[in-house]
């Protein structure tokens, strides 16, 4: 039987056919990260953003109905090419670990979210498990369309 925090973990991995470096600017800049980050359909509407350890980050993400969500989290983290974790600061809250590896051909992607209500990631998990995929799929979709033709 796992630990309480894997209970409470929601893990996503995949390889992504681009360099460690270049999916650590895909978080670094604010104008990739609107593009990419969230479920299909979603956009964001980005207020502050301090790419840094320490930094705020407060946006709005807005449903494909138009209903804004507003959020807020903190930069904890932040190496190079390597982790990106952010601290969800609003509702619900959670730590996101970004660890990104060097792989052949690319980059493993591993996203951890650690919910801090034990209650929360059992009855959310049907909804932010593809969230998250349709995350690292819109991420993809960016680092591409970045990458020279040729």
């Known amino acids: 039987m796992g630990s309480a925090a894997d209970e409470n973990t929601l893990r996503t991995a995949r390889t992504l056919p681009f360099p460690p470096g270049a999916v650590y600017a895909a978080f670094e800049s604010a104008e990739v990260l609107a593009s990419w980050w969230g479920p299909d359909g979603f956009s964001n509407a980005f207020e502050v953003f301090e790419f840094r350890e320490g930094g705020r980050w407060k946006f709005d993400m807005i449903g ?5 969500y507003a959020n807020l989290s903190e930069f904890v983290a932040l190496e190079p090419g390597a982790k ?3 601290r969800h600061i609003a509702s619900p809250h959670y730590v996101l670990t970004v660890t990104l590896t060097p792989v052949v051909g690319g980059t493993q992607v591993d996203w951890a979210q650690a ?23 819109r991420l993809t979709r ?5 990458r020279p033709p040729g």
């Open 142 to 146: 960016a680092l591409a369309s970045q």
């Open 64 to 68: 494909p109905e138009g209903k804004r």
């Open 115 to 137: 919910f801090e209500d034990p209650r929360f990631m059992p009855a959310m998990r049907h909804i932010i498990g593809p969230a998250n995929e349709q995350n690292l799929d």
């Open 84 to 86: 990106v974790v952010i």
